[in-house]
């Protein structure tokens, strides 16, 4: 069914939605990270329960979890749609001013809180492809929070529709918003059993017609330095500085390959992400990334040796490695589930829209459900410019985004 005529409730949705500031912490032990995410989470529960879905509720660690009810009678696998509440540590969120540009022109976007902030066609190029559309930006001082508010506020417009519309035949769907997926936590204690989903959908994604059905794997690797501290007044022959050698084994990382900066596509990269200690104990720490999981631990291996090179240019010094799974590519339980990404296609087509399979550099939610049992592929929303002042979102996008997950409801109790 097309959405010909519906006065959608995304963009409204979305601009209340990023005015909550959502921001998690990669450094609070908690869960949620930050207690606040929970405010846009209690308002999505109340809007739920507002639409006439009775089981909407929000539990201790800051999950929501709801039902859209079957219209079908029959035996079609329940379906998840996911999103996140939580807003990137990179840039502030508070305060956001949403801003809505109609239709449009092609010019520059100046920002008006801070004239420095200019989103333009020329360092954005999707961007130019959206003339004519209605384009949401912040005001210039803060992110805009499309990721994922975007995703948040699709899910919500598909609700309020297949509520309002029980003549459209579709199994039960499960919805879930989760917090901290920014700082790589957003389905640590997510209830499996009470999500009680068989397949699922992230909406998550970029450009109009992307669908990313794989990541990268990915591993922490953390790399200590035990040295000896002694008076310096008195250290000839006896002080050992692990910060010297944390630091020489930094500058032994290659700089023309196998880092962020030098890759692209399907290479994967080794990344020192902080650095950190003193004379007698320095840790450097690492992200480890490939699409090829079996990979990882020939990037590790590499890795540990250039540790132990520099373990034996200073004498005393003792290293620890030691490695942290933290997810793996969703395409491998993906390629066992080959229904979950063909059934999007054929969404998309019917949405007139040119699917687009898409490898993420990086991970989503759906990364970790799909190895949690729950295979979950990822869907465009429209978000660009992410975790930066020069983030902006078409709403059409997101209108299309919603069309895309009805016609996947429609599709799975058609094919069941």
């Known amino acids: 069914m097309a959405l010909n005529n519906y006065k959608h409730s995304v963009a409204e949705r979305f601009m209340a939605y990023v005015q909550i500031d959502t921001q998690s912490d990669s450094a609070s032990a908690t869960q949620p990270s930050t207690a606040k995410q929970k405010n846009l989470s209690a308002l999505l529960v109340k809007e739920l329960l507002s639409m006439g879905i009775t089981d909407a509720e929000l539990d201790e660690h ?14 079609v696998p329940v379906l998840c749609f996911c999103a996140h509440v939580d807003t990137a540590p990179d840039c502030s969120g508070a305060g956001v001013k949403p801003i809505l540009h109609k239709n449009y022109d092609g010019k520059d976007l100046v920002l008006p809180d801070d004239t420095s902030i200019v989103i333009s066609t020329k360092n954005h190029l999707y961007l130019k492809e959206k003339i004519g559309d209605d384009i949401i930006t912040a005001s210039g001082k803060t992110l805009l929070g499309a990721d994922d508010k975007a995703g948040v506020a699709i899910i919500m417009d598909l609700a309020q529709y297949l509520i309002g519309h029980p003549e459209i035949m579709h199994g039960k769907i499960r919805i879930l918003f989760t917090p901290d997926e920014e700082i790589g936590r957003g389905v640590a204690a997510v209830d499996m ?21 794989e990541t990268f794997s990915a591993d922490a690797a953390i790399v200590t330095f035990n040295g000896v501290s002694v008076h310096p007044g008195y250290a000839k022959g006896k002080m050992v500085n692990a910060i010297k050698a944390a630091a020489d084994f930094v500058s032994r990382l290659p700089l023309n390959e196998w ?10 990269f080794v990344h020192p992400t902080s650095f950190e200690g003193n004379l007698e104990k320095a840790t450097v ?12 631990k020939n990037h590790e291996e590499r890795l540990e040796n250039i540790a132990k090179e520099t373990e034996n240019r200073f004498p005393g010094i003792q ?29 998309f087509i019917r949405a007139n829209i040119k699917p687009n399979r898409m490898s993420i550099r990086g991970g989503t939610d759906g990364s970790r459900l799909s190895f949690m049992g729950l295979p979950c592929p990822n869907i465009f929303t429209g978000e660009m410019g992410i975790h930066s002042k020069q983030e902006y979102i078409s709403v059409q996008d997101m209108e299309k985004a919603v069309e895309v997950i009805l016609h996947l409801a429609e599709i799975w109790e058609e094919k069941s």
């Open 62 to 75: 800051g999950y929501v979890y709801a039902t859209i009810p079957a219209t079908s009678t029959k035996n």
């Open 193 to 213: 059993k009470k999500l009680g989903a068989d397949f699922g959908y992230t909406l998550d994604g970029g450009e109009c017609g992307h669908l990313e059905g």
């Open 259 to 268: 880092c962020p900066e030098t890759t692209e596509g399907m290479e994967g």
């Open 285 to 296: 720490s690492f992200i480890v990334r490939d699409f090829v999981t079996a990979k990882l």
């Open 319 to 347: 290293t620890e490695f030691v490695v942290k799974e933290q997810y793996r590519n969703m395409k491998e339980i993906l390629d066992l589930n080959p229904n979950v990404m063909n059934y999007a296609d054929e969404a």
